[in-house]
């Protein structure tokens, strides 16, 4: 078996949620969407404006989540996760429970 960034299905998963912000940012949607954008940026704590919208620009371009502009003043953007995204659930809450796992015996250890 030959294992490459090109073939490995893992890496194609990571792409999309890897980096620092994305899997936190498709979580903050699961669990309150739909999520407005100023609710996002002081939910997720530490997210520059610009790094948001880069960000949820990314996952809007690989069909996870719907970006949807509501025609008032002030306009109103709301996000949630397509139907594709929503495939994402149980990997999210699968790392969310080894996170917690791998916190816990972190600090057994320390």
Not at 9 to 28: E, Q, S
Not at 32 to 51: C, D, H, N, W, Y
Not at 82 to 94: D, N, Q
Request: hydrophobic share 35%; proline share 5%; with cysteine.
């Amino acid at each position: 078996m030959i294992f490459d960034e090109n073939s490995c299905p893992v890496t194609a998963t990571m792409k999309v949620l890897g980096g620092k912000w994305k899997a936190i940012l498709i979580n903050a949607i699961y669990h309150t969407s739909p999520a407005r954008f100023g609710e996002l940026r002081r939910s997720v704590k530490g997210i520059t404006q610009s790094m948001l919208t880069s960000q949820l620009r990314e996952l809007e371009d690989d069909g996870i989540i719907n970006r949807k502009i509501y025609a008032e003043i002030p306009p109103r953007v709301e996000y949630t996760l397509t139907e594709f995204g929503l495939t994402l659930s149980p990997i999210i809450l699968s790392m969310a429970d080894w996170g917690k796992q791998y916190k816990l015996k972190k600090k057994k250890q320390d």
